[in-house]
């Protein structure tokens, strides 16, 4: 019989370019390939487990959820939904939540309730969104529109128009771009984490948002990889001190089952009407129930545990040997090295410790509950790895 890896490529679409782990099994923070070679999982899944694997909460709210019953679509009410929004909304302070199931999908509602506000508000020719250069917000022909890296958009020509893309950090641009085009938002990642996990600054986010506030545009923060934790606030735009009029959420958000969410202020809570968006399968009651036990076991300490293991990661490899820099928020953690950064994820996997890549920097992404002696054990492997 043919490998796992030979069947893969013969069937699965080229898309992906996998390494060459099988996985078959995990607890927590580490996973097993079918061969039972344990690693310890730094990626989680790319920000998505955010509870490491097979939680035992999670898995209990999930099953429990899964035999009462696993989808009704958005013709019925479910409780798991409705008390997931009002969780997201207290905690967040905005009003209305609508779920669709990936980032992708959660930015797209995003940019039809900044177009449809301008629209009503300033008129039909307010439709452009503002995104920033080496931002990522998505694979759909609109979401890959306002990612602002144009190799991603070779031979997808023509994409939706009406994005507008200016530099990171640099308020003035952004303004002066703004005052030359019809802007209906401006959407933004506070940590770039695709374009090479570069964290916006508190003067650029300040002043974008007194700027949105000012000409009524709406400011909308792409959460979907820094949302829920990932930062050690429990959205990153909360280290900030603004107040998004959106925020799109996804990865994190239902700890391993899809599910995305756009989250709207005061300001747009009512744009969209009855058939204005909808979704199938978003909202689902059993992804919807992972995600409220995901979301309750975000607390204060759980927080501060993030921010201490960021800390910590921080400091044991700035200045360590092979390493150029460290930069990120939080347990979302960029790492330019020496060596080309896929060696060093290459060897790191060899020492069964699975991290990412971005652009070109070791990207760690681990569970927010990773155990600290855990993390130390792939720090060292790291530190062995990128001293080589
Ligand atoms: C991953 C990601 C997306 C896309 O999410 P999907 O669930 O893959 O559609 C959008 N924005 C950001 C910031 C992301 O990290």
């Given at each position: 019989m043919k490998s796992l890896m030979e069947r893969d490529a013969a069937f699965?679409?080229?898309t992906y370019k996998r390494f060459p782990v099988e996985i078959a099994s995990g607890k927590g923070s580490l996973v097993y390939d079918t061969e039972g070679k344990e690693y310890i999982d730094m990626g989680s899944g790319i920000a998505v487990t955010s509870l490491g694997i097979a939680d035992e909460g999670w898995v209990a709210a999930v099953t429990a959820q899964l035999s009462r019953v696993q989808h009704t679509s958005n013709l019925y009410y479910t409780e798991p939904c409705a008390q997931l929004a009002e969780a997201l909304c207290a905690r967040t302070g905005l009003k209305k939540v609508f779920f669709s199931n990936s980032g992708a999908e959660a930015n797209e509602c995003a940019i039809k309730v900044a177009r449809k506000y301008a629209a009503e508000r300033?008129?039909?020719?307010?439709?452009n969104i503002v995104t920033l250069e080496n931002s990522f917000h998505g694979r759909t022909l609109t979401t890959l529109s306002a990612t602002g890296q144009d190799h991603y958009h070779e031979l997808f020509q023509?994409?939706?128009?009406?994005f507008l893309h200016t530099p990171a950090n640099d308020a003035d641009a952004l303004i002066a771009l703004c005052e030359q085009s019809k802007v209906a938002g401006i959407l933004m990642e506070c940590v770039q984490g695709e374009g090479g996990v570069n964290a916006l600054t508190p003067d650029f986010v300040t002043r974008v948002a007194a700027y949105a506030k000012e000409k009524d545009i709406v400011l909308m923060f792409d959460e979907v990889q820094t949302g829920n934790g990932r930062t050690g606030k429990l959205y990153g735009y909360m280290h900030y001190g603004v107040s998004p009029d959106v925020v799109s959420t996804a990865k994190g958000l239902g700890g391993g089952l899809p599910l995305g969410a756009t989250l709207l202020s005061e300001k747009v809570e009512g744009v969209l009407s009855f058939g204005d968006h909808g979704s199938t399968f978003g909202g689902n009651p059993v992804c919807c129930a992972g995600a409220l036990h995901v979301l309750s076991r975000i607390d204060e300490a759980l927080l501060c545990e993030v921010t201490e293991k960021s800390d910590y990661v921080f400091r044991t490899l700035r200045g360590a040997k092979g390493v150029r820099s460290v930069s990120g928020l939080g347990l979302m953690i960029g790492i330019e090295t020496e060596r080309p950064a896929g060696e060093v994820v290459a060897d790191c996997i060899r020492e069964g410790v699975l991290c990412l890549t971005a652009k070109n920097k070791v990207r760690l992404l681990p569970a927010l509950n990773i155990p600290q002696d855990v993390l130390e054990k792939a720090v060292n492997v790291l530190l062995r790895v990128l001293a080589k």
């Open positions: 699965v679409a080229g300033k008129g039909e020719e307010y439709y023509p994409l939706t128009p009406g």
